[in-house]
């Protein structure tokens, strides 16, 4: 009988109903306290590091506050429990990454309920790439984010590349109370070595690390040119991801599926990725990489800003596939880094720093 009664109720009704039942009571500290909403607790291991990359970043810069992150499959059911408890001079941060806009709904439909829920808090949203297109949902998308964020008195919002740091501003250029600035994904602000990678095996053979989801933009023949010139290197082959799939999964899981990522990342001659994460963690490790785009502009976008200079990287445009057996053959000659140096100067984070420390 409930079942059928359900079906003729509307989701959000459903979804506050879920809320209110399973909800839950947090027993936090008088301490002051930054906290990281909609923190990775799934099986995508580039938002684990940006998790885990937010957190240490947030415990190095700020003296004397509390880092709790708080897991985005927790979020409805804790937002009651911190209203009731948090203090002016503590601050809410909302995970950076790629999913702000209409790609992902629903975490966007929580980023709002975040921002919404801490008005006299100042909100930071750590480096996004925002994505967009020229469709009606799209459109709507966008006018919801800009109606549901200016609404905030004192909101931060970082890009992580120059093309959505640019739509923003466009998108908000009337809110003087919206700030908008740029700075690399904060992945790029740790190292290998801090976000647990170890030194233990000889490198050897090759990784390919491509998506196969809605993201992809390599097309079967392409596919096909990729493999034959990866064979041709007589080296073995070995397919992998960064993502290992589940959900709601504890701290400890997470940080070894981080680690042991990072690991095979540095056991391997050569990564081969179209994924942005892919590209992040393999130059943590060390370890020379091919990259190839992905159907939007953050890969592409993120290495013409942070790291085309970057001695163990080559970007090849889809239209450039025919040059990949060189770009392969270069690749296998550089020499591996280590394990403790980030690939950008800390000095590009100033602006967060800032705005972080400024309370």
């Not at 909101?155 to 998108?171: G, M, Q, V, Y």
């Amino acid at each position: 009988m409930l079942r059928r009664i359900s079906k003729f109720l509307p989701l959000s009704f459903k979804v506050k109903l879920i809320s209110i039942v399973k909800k839950k009571d947090l027993n936090l500290t008088l301490n002051k306290k930054a906290f990281i909403f909609l923190a990775a607790d799934y099986g995508n291991i580039g938002d684990i590091a940006i998790s885990h990359a937010q957190k240490q970043y947030l415990g190095n810069m700020l003296t004397g506050y509390e880092v709790i992150s708080i897991p985005i499959s927790q979020t409805r059911f804790v937002l009651s429990s911190i209203k009731k408890q948090i203090k002016a001079e503590d601050i809410v941060t909302i995970i950076g990454g790629g999913n702000m806009g209409g790609i992902y709904p629903d975490i966007e439909e929580l980023r709002q309920l975040v921002i919404k829920s801490f008005p006299s808090n100042r909100i930071i949203c750590f480096p996004q790439t925002l994505d967009w297109d020229d469709s009606a949902k799209s459109k709507r998308a966008l006018k919801i984010i800009v109606k549901k964020y200016a609404k905030h008195p004192d909101i931060h919002i970082f890009a992580r590349e120059s093309i959505t740091h640019d739509k923003l501003i466009e998108l908000f250029n009337r809110y003087k109370n919206v700030n908008i600035s740029l700075v690399p994904d904060i992945v790029m602000s740790a190292s290998a070595e801090s976000l647990g990678a170890t030194d233990s095996l000889e490198a050897s053979g090759i990784l390919k690390c491509l998506r196969n989801d809605k993201e992809v933009a390599l097309s079967t023949t392409q596919h096909a040119i990729v493999d034959k010139a990866l064979a041709d290197t007589g080296h073995k082959i070995t397919k992998t991801d960064t993502h290992a799939g589940g959900s709601q999964l504890d701290n400890d899981y997470c940080a070894t599926l981080l680690s042991d990522k990072l690991n095979q990342f540095r056991a391997a001659r050569l990564v081969v990725t179209d994924r942005l994460h892919g590209m992040i963690l393999c130059i943590l490790s060390g370890t020379p990489c091919l990259v190839l785009p992905n159907s939007n502009h953050k890969i592409r976008q993120t290495y013409l800003d942070w790291l085309s200079e970057h001695p163990r990287l080559i970007f090849l445009e889809l239209e450039e596939i025919s040059h990949i057996d060189e770009a392969i053959n270069n690749l296998l000659s550089v020499p591996k880094g280590n394990l403790n140096n980030s690939p950008v100067n800390i000095a590009a984070y100033a602006d967060l720093r800032k705005v972080l420390t400024n309370i």
